[in-house]
């Protein structure tokens, strides 16, 4: 069984940081892409980031870049979600997915086949 499990979320101050981590099992961890996603209140799921030790790819959407880094270790089956200069903007609910990765490129990526119940991020202003 397929199983996510992220952690580290909490409320911070505006140009904090924090540090989110996704424990995976029930797969073979680097056969799959991991992504972390977030959903606001009143909005859809968007990307935010992913990463495959498969093929080495790394992929962040603009509103984070230079902001947060993805990182993974296999030997845990974890991957992190460091995220430093947080904005309000930023303030969602986090969730970590995985997806087969069949093609090139973990930004091919758009949505995941399993997904963790997620955990809030809070940034105040």
């Known amino acids: 069984e397929v199983q996510l499990v992220e952690s580290g979320g909490g409320l911070v101050q505006a140009g904090g940081s924090l540090r989110l981590s996704c424990a995976a099992s029930?797969?073979?961890?680097?056969?799959?892409?991991i992504g972390w996603f977030r959903q606001a209140p009143g909005k859809e799921r968007e990307r935010v980031s992913c990463?495959?030790?498969?093929?080495?790819?790394?992929y962040y959407e603009d509103s984070v870049k230079g902001r947060f880094t993805i990182s993974s270790d296999v030997a845990k089956r974890t991957v992190y979600l460091q995220m430093n200069s947080l904005k309000p903007a930023d303030t969602a609910v986090y969730y970590c997915g995985a997806v087969p990765l069949l093609m090139f490129g973990c930004e091919n990526y758009d949505t995941m086949d399993f997904w963790g119940k997620g955990t809030l991020v809070t940034v105040s202003s």
């Open positions: 990463i495959s030790d498969n093929d080495g790819s790394i």
């Open positions: 029930g797969f073979t961890f680097d056969a799959y892409a």
